[in-house]
């Protein structure tokens, strides 16, 4: 089986735990959010979904929410929950919703309906009915929900869709004509061009498109959800271009002056096989980190799903960017003898590929490596063959003594075994360096998963990484203990000692 398909199995089960687990530990209700719609809001092969920018807008803002739904859109930050379904009516989707909030009664839900159709039909007054029969059914069934309709976006396919004017009129004044509180309209259609935003059909939205009913979408739901469960404010800048590709770095700054020695720091690489991922992932560490006095740094690198690139562009991205920091370090405060790379997963082979390979001059000063995958020498297919998988693989380029080490696995991790962490940390050793090893009860492939409330491992995992960081000057004893007292710990899944 592929690392992919292994990845994805994993990541799924964990998620399916994980919620359990919460449900029974009594977490506080994140907000759910149902999207109804056709294919625009499902999504589809070569064409995007706005849920997928949206969850990043939600995510950044530091919103707790949670997408709901039967269907699923995937993209670089996972799968992304929805009742969109394509080719059908607002009138299906009518004869649909009773059921189907029963199933999944969100908190909030979004309703962008009114393609399908054609002009002759004169379509106009019938869409609008079936909207008004969603919302009054959700309202009977959930007086509390928040439900905002979209005014539709336009398409270029005329004169099939040259009744959307008018049909937009009609759904304001719908809105103003129920005159509920909890049902607004979201001007979706507003500055969204068809000859920019969509695909070669002239209907469905390209990636701009997306972010550009994401963003109308934001401006909407900012108005009904609860405040931030945490407001992230990181500082964003541009590393390296390649093509028309920009990488950013996204930079959280501890507050106040920075000492005369410089801040510690710490280059966050996320996980995702290389493949897929988000430096979202890293933004709630950065954040918290942040807040101790580290300049904390998420990164953006290529990855397959978005630019079409193998893993060893990856690499090259990640180099570049610790070479940025390093540079950059006086004007961003930053001690350069304290610079650690952290990572998961791929994130933490990338993490381990900068202290080890050939080629990278700039090297970390600490390592924070979650469950990295250190042996890639079997992933020929991933690597583009096994030469090249081998010629990118930490484990066959311990050469060396290596900056000091924590390394966390679980011990039913299907990619990162435990025997492979261990042989590394024997590597590591041999040469006089540091690797400090922990083995998770129970832990799988991921640790943690960014997209969910924090659990008692995740916590486990903070109280650690503040304790090596202490330990090699990164954090002083009353910041680490600040962050330790703020993490749970102990229970069936806290770690074993190696």
């Not at 007086?143 to 009744?163: D, M």
């Not at 972010?211 to 990181?234: D, I, Q």
């Not at 006086?330 to 933490?348: Q, T």
């Not at 922990?438 to 903070?462: C, E, S, T, W």
């Amino acid at each position: 089986m592929s690392y992919a398909k292994i990845f994805r199995r994993t990541v799924i089960t964990f998620m399916f735990v994980m919620l359990a687990a919460a449900a029974r530990a009594g977490t506080p209700t994140r907000t759910t959010i149902m999207a109804v719609g056709d294919s625009i809001t499902q999504g589809g092969e070569g064409f995007e979904s706005y849920t997928a920018p949206l969850w990043s807008m939600l995510y950044a803002a530091g919103y707790a929410f949670d997408f709901i739904g039967p269907n699923s859109f995937t993209c670089r930050t996972g799968s992304i929950a929805n009742c969109g379904y394509g080719g059908r009516t607002a009138e299906y989707l009518d004869s649909k919703i009773d059921s189907l909030y029963a199933l999944y009664p969100a908190d909030v839900v979004l309703l962008h309906a009114g393609h399908n159709h054609f002009a002759e039909e004169d379509p106009v007054e019938g869409i609008v009915a079936a909207q008004r029969s969603i919302i009054l059914k959700i309202m009977a069934r959930n007086p509390a929900a928040k439900i905002i309709v979209a005014q539709v976006i336009p398409a270029g396919k005329l004169p099939k869709y040259s009744y959307i004017p008018e049909l937009n009129d009609r759904l304001a004044a719908m809105v103003e004509d129920l005159g509920s509180d909890n049902v607004t309209l979201a001007h979706i259609a507003e500055g969204f061009d068809w000859r920019r935003h969509t695909v070669a059909d002239k209907v469905h939205p390209n990636r701009a498109g997306a972010e550009a009913m994401a963003a109308r979408w934001m401006e909407a739901l900012r108005r009904v959800l609860p405040p931030p469960a945490e407001e992230y404010a990181p500082d964003i800048e541009c590393y390296k271009q390649t093509g028309d590709t920009r990488l950013r770095l996204h930079i959280f700054r501890p507050e106040g002056p920075a000492p005369r020695r410089g801040h510690p720091a710490i280059l966050y690489l996320f996980g995702g096989g290389w493949h897929s991922g988000s430096p979202l992932q890293f933004y709630r560490e950065c954040a918290a980190y942040a807040a101790a006095g580290i300049v904390a740094v998420t990164a953006e690198y290529r990855i397959g799903m978005v630019h079409g690139t193998t893993p060893a562009q990856s690499v090259e991205d990640v180099r570049d960017a610790m070479a940025w920091l390093r540079a950059n370090a006086e004007r961003l405060g930053i001690d350069p003898g304290r610079i650690a790379a952290a990572g998961s997963s791929a994130g933490g082979h990338l993490a381990a590929a900068l202290a080890t390979l050939p080629g990278i001059p700039e090297r970390p000063d600490l390592l924070l490596l979650y469950y990295p995958v250190v042996d890639t020498s079997d992933r020929g297919r991933s690597f583009g063959g096994a030469s090249r998988a081998r010629a990118l693989s930490p484990m066959h380029h311990i050469e060396g003594k290596l900056p000091p080490a924590l390394f966390l696995v679980g011990d039913s991790d299907p990619i990162v075994p435990v025997a492979t962490a261990e042989r590394f940390r024997g590597l590591v050793r041999q040469y006089g360096g540091e690797c400090e090893l922990h083995v998770f009860k129970g832990g799988v492939h991921p640790l943690f998963n960014y997209r969910l409330a924090p659990d008692r491992m995740y916590y486990d995992i903070q109280r650690l990484t503040a304790g090596f960081l202490r330990r090699h000057g990164f954090l002083t004893r009353r910041e680490a203990k600040k962050l330790q007292n703020g993490a749970r710990t102990g229970g069936p899944n806290g770690p074993m000692q190696q």
